[in-house]
């Protein structure tokens, strides 16, 4: 293995010189420059695994730096050196491109871990083709989810990924870490709607034995279950506000301290976090600190609705019965044209999570190997009803209405009656909360803004459970 070769800057003489032992001892070459200027003419005439950037320097700021790597040695990690406690430079930088931030006064167990994973990312091959992630799409905006998951992937950034239920937004998650240097060590997903409160803290951040009525043993937390590698927090919108207080403190000072412990553990973990809310307008409500919004969205991801990218229902199609077929090991199926058609008119308001259940029923109800356009069971379902579920704010519907362009004359004209069209409706809006919330019913109720007994009451009416 060739020695890898660093370029320092910073004016301080006493932390460049901390700096170039540390790397040093970890058989790194280092080149030290004290301005941008220099720093400027090193990094044209040499190659370079790595840059530590001190962010206020003499001639200008590190964040210039930054950008002047990112446009003519888009390859190269850099990481800022930030003074204590300012956060803003940090996250700005990493909006800029830098992978990474270390705040002064300098850790070296943290500077050892950052250099380190620098180094991993460097080695990862370039620009792997778009086909190495599991995210299936041609359309423009799959395309370019997938850049940008390529290009973060190397990042230490924090990154919020947006998008509706069932849109993708955890293989998005999944992939950003696969093709990181942290791609070797645990992706942990944790559902913050899912922990119960009072056993929140102690999942997180672990706990020592006795420390609590029932604490029987140590336990470790997810951060130190993660360590090395990424921490994706979904539906984060669901965290109470004394959690989020302390998930801020452990993202900030990079340490969680377990309950009952002493110490503080530092730990180096990725964060990565989801919601199918719209994070920004819980924030303006006053249900989500301001203070973690904007550390955690540093990057941003949007993953769009399969509405929006209708194109890439035949592909996805295609996958999702090869994979279902594949796992019973029957041959896969096709689908005829008008089943094609239906699909691709189709709303998914639970988008390919919707369309993976719609496949799977319908895969089990065709008789040959042919999927007709019945199988799929989405009669009086397409795009006609949409402004009908929209008014009926299904969770993670967060398009605004659009124009709304149908002629309910004319679609009710091609039912028997004016009660078996809105039978449809109401079971297509039914089945769409429900499978949006994963067949639990009280959270289809909830949802829907109706009591349980209510839900129960019209899925019994429509045929769709029993008395
Ligand atoms: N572009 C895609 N290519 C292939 N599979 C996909 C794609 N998008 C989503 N899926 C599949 O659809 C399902 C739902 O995706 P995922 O769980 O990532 O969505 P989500 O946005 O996290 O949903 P939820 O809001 O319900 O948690 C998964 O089985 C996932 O593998
Ligand atoms: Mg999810």
Same mark, same amino acid.
């Given at each position: 293995?060739?020695?890898?070769?660093?370029?320092?800057?910073?004016?301080?003489?006493?932390?460049?010189?901390?700096?170039?032992?540390?790397?040093?001892?970890?058989?790194?070459?280092?080149?030290?420059?004290?301005?941008?200027?220099?720093?400027?003419?090193?990094?044209?005439?040499?190659?370079?695994?790595?840059?530590?950037?001190?962010?206020?320097?003499?001639?200008?700021?590190?964040?210039?730096?930054?950008? &002047?790597?990112?446009?003519?040695?888009?390859?190269?990690?850099?990481?800022?050196? @930030?003074?204590?406690?300012?956060?803003?430079?940090?996250?700005?930088?990493?909006?800029?491109?830098?992978?990474?931030?270390?705040?002064?006064?300098?850790?070296?167990?943290?500077?050892?871990?950052?250099?380190?994973?620098?180094?991993?990312?460097?080695?990862?091959?370039?620009?792997?083709?778009?086909?190495?992630?599991?995210?299936?799409?041609?359309?423009?905006?799959?395309?370019?989810?997938?850049?940008?998951?390529?290009?973060?992937?190397?990042?230490?950034?924090?990154? &919020?990924?947006?998008?509706?239920?069932?849109?993708?937004?955890?293989?998005?998650?999944?992939?950003?870490?696969?093709?990181?240097?942290?791609?070797?060590?645990?992706?942990?997903?944790?559902?913050?709607?899912?922990?119960?409160?009072?056993?929140?803290?102690?999942?997180?951040?672990?706990?020592?034995?006795?420390?609590?009525?029932?604490?029987?043993?140590?336990?470790?937390?997810?951060?130190?279950?993660?360590?090395?590698?990424?921490?994706?927090?979904?539906?984060?919108?669901?965290?109470?506000?004394?959690?989020? %207080?302390?998930?801020?403190?452990?993202?900030?000072?990079?340490?969680?301290?377990?309950?009952?412990?002493?110490?503080?553990?530092?730990?180096? %973990?990725?964060?990565?976090?989801?919601?199918?809310?719209?994070?920004?307008?819980?924030?303006?409500?006053?249900?989500?600190?301001?203070?973690?919004?904007?550390?955690?969205?540093?990057?941003?991801?949007?993953?769009?609705?399969?509405?929006?990218?209708?194109?890439?229902?035949?592909?996805?199609?295609?996958?999702?019965?090869?994979?279902?077929? @594949?796992?019973?090991?029957?041959?896969?199926?096709?689908?005829?044209?008008?089943?094609?058609?239906?699909?691709?008119?189709?709303?998914?308001?639970?988008? %390919?999570?919707?369309?993976?259940?719609?496949?799977?029923?319908?895969?089990?109800?065709?008789?040959?190997?042919?999927?007709?356009?019945?199988?799929?069971?989405?009669?009086?379902?397409?795009?006609?009803?949409?402004?009908?579920?929209?008014?009926?704010?299904?969770?993670?519907?967060?398009?605004?209405?659009?124009?709304?362009?149908?002629?309910?004359?004319?679609?009710?004209?091609?039912?028997?009656?004016?009660?078996? &069209?809105?039978?449809?409706?109401?079971?297509?809006?039914?089945?769409?909360?429900?499978?949006?919330?994963?067949?639990?019913?009280?959270?289809?109720?909830?949802?829907?803004?109706?009591?349980?007994?209510?839900?129960? &009451?019209?899925?019994?009416?429509?045929?769709?459970?029993?008395?």
């Amino acid at each position: 293995m060739t020695m890898k070769r660093a370029l320092i800057i910073d004016d301080e003489p006493d932390i460049r010189e901390l700096l170039e032992i540390t790397l040093g001892r970890m058989q790194i070459t280092t080149d030290a420059a004290a301005n941008i200027a220099q720093a400027k003419s090193h990094l044209n005439c040499n190659h370079y695994d790595l840059c530590l950037t001190d962010m206020r320097l003499p001639d200008g700021s590190g964040l210039e730096l930054v950008e &002047y790597i990112q446009q003519q040695h888009p390859g190269l990690p850099v990481a800022v050196i @930030t003074a204590h406690g300012s956060i803003d430079t940090a996250i700005e930088s990493m909006k800029a491109g830098a992978f990474d931030f270390i705040s002064k006064p300098v850790d070296l167990a943290t500077l050892r871990r950052l250099v380190n994973t620098a180094i991993e990312s460097a080695q990862l091959p370039p620009q792997e083709p778009p086909q190495t992630t599991p995210i299936i799409g041609h359309s423009k905006a799959i395309q370019d989810l997938i850049r940008s998951i390529q290009k973060l992937a190397r990042s230490q950034a924090p990154v &919020y990924i947006s998008g509706e239920s069932g849109s993708g937004k955890e293989l998005v998650a999944r992939s950003i870490h696969d093709l990181g240097p942290r791609s070797s060590k645990p992706f942990i997903a944790v559902n913050c709607g899912a922990i119960p409160r009072e056993l929140m803290e102690s999942e997180f951040f672990g706990h020592k034995k006795g420390s609590f009525t029932g604490a029987h043993q140590d336990k470790t937390g997810l951060f130190q279950a993660a360590e090395g590698g990424t921490l994706f927090f979904d539906e984060v919108a669901d965290l109470p506000i004394d959690m989020q %207080v302390k998930l801020l403190r452990a993202i900030q000072e990079k340490s969680v301290r377990p309950i009952g412990a002493a110490e503080e553990i530092t730990t180096d %973990v990725r964060i990565l976090c989801a919601t199918h809310k719209n994070l920004e307008k819980e924030v303006a409500e006053g249900r989500f600190r301001q203070d973690l919004f904007y550390r955690l969205n540093v990057i941003q991801l949007a993953v769009a609705p399969l509405r929006d990218r209708k194109e890439d229902i035949p592909l996805l199609t295609q996958h999702l019965l090869q994979k279902l077929a @594949t796992e019973i090991g029957l041959p896969t199926p096709h689908l005829s044209p008008a089943a094609q058609k239906r699909l691709e008119e189709y709303h998914f308001p639970g988008n %390919v999570r919707e369309l993976e259940n719609v496949l799977e029923r319908a895969f089990t109800l065709c008789d040959s190997d042919t999927i007709e356009a019945e199988d799929l069971q989405l009669r009086g379902s397409t795009n006609s009803i949409r402004p009908v579920i929209e008014a009926g704010q299904l969770p993670g519907s967060q398009t605004p209405a659009r124009n709304n362009t149908v002629d309910y004359p004319a679609r009710c004209a091609e039912y028997p009656s004016l009660d078996e &069209y809105l039978q449809d409706v109401e079971k297509e809006i039914l089945c769409s909360a429900l499978e949006q919330a994963r067949w639990n019913k009280t959270l289809a109720a909830k949802h829907l803004g109706i009591s349980f007994r209510s839900l129960r &009451y019209r899925l019994q009416k429509l045929g769709l459970e029993d008395e």
